[in-house]
């Protein structure tokens, strides 16, 4: 069964231009969270969707936002950018959220490493 | 507030032998799940294995397996047999009891020399 897709794998985008990511969940999958990493600060919750909602948002200013549709693909969008918002944008999805500790269901994409110039 | 630490960012083993990755947590909560992910070059975080909170045995998933010591909050990693496909990054993770977010260490990157 096909993974977690995102789209693209690599993108170089300019200071100050906007950034659209999308992440397709593995099927079944209606929950999706986003993490970024970089080298500096390690890998940090974003949000996380589930049915059309958002649930969960990390620490992150108001630059940074998501959505999910009905069909649970989900984007993430980055307005403004910085060059500190150079980072791999990991997404992933699971089943069921709020399960709790004993849901491991989870399984992640291989990124969209951003680069911002 | 939920915390790992790693405090090995770089390790290497010889080619089949045995390496044991250090992860030490903090937490107030009494459920919560610890995981264990590769992630090669490549980027995608691999699920490698899991310990529930309240399970008595350590979880072992091929060559891998999770020494948990509760008391002292540490998971630890232990993967035997090394292989040169070993080499990558690996992130201790724990998941809270809402289950909403995983919190990730600062990883430990392994090299695995012929």
């Known amino acids: 069964k096909a993974g977690v897709t995102q789209t693209p794998r690599y993108l170089i985008k300019t200071r100050g231009q906007q950034v659209t990511l999308s992440c397709s969940p593995i099927s079944g999958h209606r929950s999706v969270s986003w993490y970024q990493q970089t080298p500096g600060q390690g890998l940090q919750f974003l949000f996380e969707?589930?049915?059309?909602?958002?649930?969960n948002k990390g620490n992150f200013p108001g630059r940074f936002s998501g959505r999910q549709f009905s069909n649970s693909r989900s984007e993430m969008n980055v307005s403004t950018l910085e060059l500190g918002d150079s980072a791999l944008y990991l997404c992933?999805?699971?089943?069921?959220?709020?399960?709790?500790?004993?849901?491991?269901?989870?399984?992640f994409g291989s990124g969209t490493r951003l680069t911002v110039v | 507030a939920q915390k790992i630490t790693q405090t090995q960012p770089g390790m290497f083993v010889q080619e089949k032998e045995a390496v044991t990755l250090d992860c030490t947590y903090d937490t107030s909560d009494q459920s919560y799940g610890l995981f264990w992910y590769k992630q090669p070059s490549s980027g995608e975080m691999i699920f490698l294995i899991y310990?529930?909170?309240?399970?008595?045995q350590n979880a072992t998933e091929g060559r891998y397996s999770l020494n948990f010591q509760k008391a002292r909050k540490s998971a630890n990693l232990v993967i035997s047999a090394s292989q040169l496909g070993d080499s990558a990054m690996y992130f201790c993770a724990m998941r809270d009891y809402t289950g909403n977010q995983f919190y990730f260490g600062t990883g430990t990157s392994l090299t695995v020399i012929p």
């Open positions: 992933a999805s699971s089943s069921i959220p709020g399960q709790g500790a004993l849901d491991y269901g989870y399984t």
């Open positions: 310990q529930g909170s309240y399970d008595e």
């Open positions: 969707y589930f049915s059309e909602t958002q649930r």
